[in-house]
T-cell receptor, first 115, second 112 residues
Framework: DTEVTQTPKHLVMGMTNKKSLKCEQHMGHRAMYWYKQKAKKPPELMFVYSYEKLSINESVPSRFSPECPNSSLLNLHLHALQPEDSALYLCASSQIAPGGGYGYTFGSGTRLTVV | GENVEQHPSTLSVQEGDSAVIKCTYS??????FPWYKQELGKRPQLIID?????GEKKDQRIAVTLNKTAKHFSLHITETQPEDSAVYFCAASKGGSYIPTFGRGTSLIVHP
């Protein structure tokens, strides 16, 4: 299996809702990431998990809460979002090596609309 | 931190022409340079990468070159086809870090 699977593909939520995005990979990658992407812009890093531990939080508002239950799963819990949070949310995974330098495998993303 | 500049922002070519996208980076410690292709509404996909111990790498119609002295790297696509139309992102990362810095992207349009 060489894919990263994200669900749901589309999500519309109100500003008072709570929802979760899910991501799964079975490539044995020990680094997993959440990115936010606006149209025709590069992905913006939100969170990094390495060996199931949160290693980077790019000053993301607390209305986004990541979770890594095990080495194959990554969740992003959403609560009280704002319309400006509407974007494509991408999960990615990669190998980890001391010298760095491994490309990402991205999931197909969740298109989130906050109304 | 690392800064990656990518040019041009838009590139329009006729089918069969070659296309070149250029990126420069600021951190001389960067040693891994991937390129991602993102078709409209789809995920970014890694199409080719190069490490700092290599000057050029080819894969069929695409190639990447790296000039460490000048701190720039380029993507070359030959015999372009309409299905090459996409946004292309370059990136750079350095040893010990697996977090890339992305360029701003190039929208490539191939006209039939």
């Amino acid at each position: 299996d060489t894919e990263v699977t994200q669900t749901p593909k589309h999500l519309v939520m109100g500003m008072t809702n709570k929802k979760s995005l899910k991501c799964e990979q079975h490539m044995g990658h020990r680094a997993m990431y959440w990115y936010k992407q606006k149209a025709k812009k590069p992905p913006e890093l939100m969170f990094v998990y390495s060996y199931e531990k949160l290693s980077i939080n790019e000053s993301v508002p607390s209305r986004f809460s990541p979770e890594c239950p095990n080495s194959s799963l990554l969740n992003l819990h959403l609560h009280a979002l704002q319309p400006e949070d509407s974007a494509l949310y991408l999960c990615a995974s990669s190998q980890i090596a001391p010298g760095g330098g491994y490309g990402y495998t991205f999931g197909s993303g969740t298109r989130l609309t906050v109304v | 931190g690392e800064n990656v500049e990518q040019h041009p922002s838009t590139l329009s070519v006729q089918e069969g022409d070659s296309a070149v996208i250029k990126c420069t980076y600021s951190d001389s410690a960067s040693n891994y340079f991937p390129w991602y292709k993102q078709e409209l509404g789809k995920r970014p996909q890694l199409i080719i990468d190069i490490r700092s111990n290599v000057g050029e790498k080819k894969d069929q119609r695409i190639a990447v070159t790296l000039n460490k002295t000048a701190k720039h790297f380029s993507l070359h696509i030959t015999e372009t086809q309409p299905e090459d139309s996409a946004v292309y992102f370059c990136a750079a990362s350095k040893g010990g870090s697996y977090i890339p810095t992305f360029g701003r992207g190039t929208s490539l349009i191939v006209h039939p």
